[in-house]
């Protein structure tokens, strides 16, 4: 338990992180699963454009590395291509 006043605030403002971390970090997962498991081409298209601009906010806010995110936009954009959506 913290001492002293700064380090309480730091244990209330670590909470409060966590939580919209793993907040965040669950929207990123869910929304690659359903990129991941759509079959119609329109509407990876769709989900595509969706689940790179969920990604790209995680990096901004520094959730996930650049590279992280660039490496999963490029698997799920090659998976997709691999369906037959036109990404």
């Not at 869910?30 to 790179?52: F, G, H, M």
């Given at each position: 338990?913290?001492?002293?006043?700064?380090?309480?605030?730091?244990?209330?403002?670590?909470?409060?992180?966590?939580?919209?971390?793993?907040?965040?970090?669950?929207?990123?997962?869910?929304?690659?699963?359903?990129?991941?498991?759509?079959?119609?081409?329109?509407?990876?298209?769709?989900?595509?454009?969706?689940?790179?601009?969920?990604?790209?906010?995680?990096?901004?806010?520094?959730?996930?590395?650049?590279?992280?995110?660039?490496?999963r936009?490029?698997?799920?954009?090659?998976?997709?291509?691999?369906?037959?959506?036109?990404?």
């Amino acid at each position: 338990m913290p001492n002293t006043r700064s380090a309480k605030k730091r244990l209330r403002q670590a909470r409060r992180r966590a939580i919209r971390n793993r907040a965040a970090r669950s929207r990123v997962k869910t929304i690659l699963k359903k990129a991941s498991a759509v079959t119609d081409p329109q509407a990876a298209t769709t989900l595509y454009r969706e689940a790179s601009s969920v990604l790209d906010r995680a990096v901004s806010k520094g959730l996930l590395h650049r590279n992280a995110a660039a490496r999963r936009k490029a698997r799920l954009a090659a998976r997709l291509r691999a369906a037959g959506a036109s990404i």
